[in-house]
Each structure stands twice: as structure tokens, then as C-alpha cells.
Nanobody, 115 residues
Framework: QVQLVESGGGLVQPGGSLTLSCAASGSIFRLNTMAWYRQAPGKQRDLVAYMTYGGTTNYADSVKGRFTISRDNAKNTVSLQMNSLKPEDTGVYYC?????????WGQGTQVTVSS
């Protein structure tokens, strides 16, 4: 089993920045892909960004140029630097890690962008 714990959420004004962090622990051999998802109220959970073990990244169109995902394979952590935040970025952000063949989720951290 792998446990994921997110941190760094909060309330921020439009145009502001936040950094989310996710730490994995437990029975880790190699986490292949680590990703961030978000779920706005009443909506489905959508992919925000992911990074493979080798460093390949992918971003949702809505966050390209504003968000940056990074990871430390030695420490089994993944971060999401979020800049130029917009009200539509509001939601619960979840960390997901895949250790083939299983995927694990964190409990989520709330991000609210509001003036």
C-alpha cells in the first residue's frame, strides 16, 4: 500500500500563487506517474498535470503556462506550482500516484481563488 498526503492548499486572491505538495510513503518500489487532479463543486475530477518517472510532463490546456509540476523521485514527492490563479482554478486538488498496476489517491486539499 502507498499513502499520499497533500498539503499547501488555501485561500488566495486572483492573480496570486500557491504551491501544493504531495508526499508518498509506504510500500514504494517505483512510482511511475505522479499527477494532480482537481474537482470543482458539482463537477467531475479532471487531470491538471502529470509527470512520469522519466520526467515527461503533460498539462491541461487551462493551466498551461501558469502551473508547473515537479517531482523528486528520491523523496517520492510531487509538487504543483500554481501562478496567476483564477477563480475557475477553485476546487479540491488531489494527488495521484501510480505504481503499476495500482493507482493511489490522496485525501485532497482545498484551493479557493477569490477576492
Amino acid at each position: 500500500q502507498v499513502q499520499l498526503v497533500e498539503s499547501g492548499g488555501g485561500l488566495v486572491q486572483p492573480g496570486g500563487s500557491l504551491t501544493l505538495s504531495c508526499a508518498a510513503s509506504g510500500s514504494i518500489f517505483r512510482l511511475n506517474t505522479m499527477a494532480w487532479y482537481r474537482q470543482a463543486p458539482g463537477k467531475q475530477r479532471d487531470l491538471v498535470a502529470y509527470m512520469t518517472y522519466g520526467g515527461t510532463t503533460n498539462y491541461a490546456d487551462s493551466v498551461k503556462g501558469r502551473f508547473t509540476i515537479s517531482r523528486d523521485n528520491a523523496k517520492n514527492t510531487v509538487s504543483l506550482q500554481m501562478n496567476s490563479l483564477k477563480p475557475e482554478d477553485t476546487g479540491v486538488y488531489y494527488c495521484k500516484a501510480t505504481q503499476i498496476p495500482t493507482s493511489y489517491w490522496g485525501q485532497g486539499t482545498q484551493v479557493t481563488v477569490s477576492s
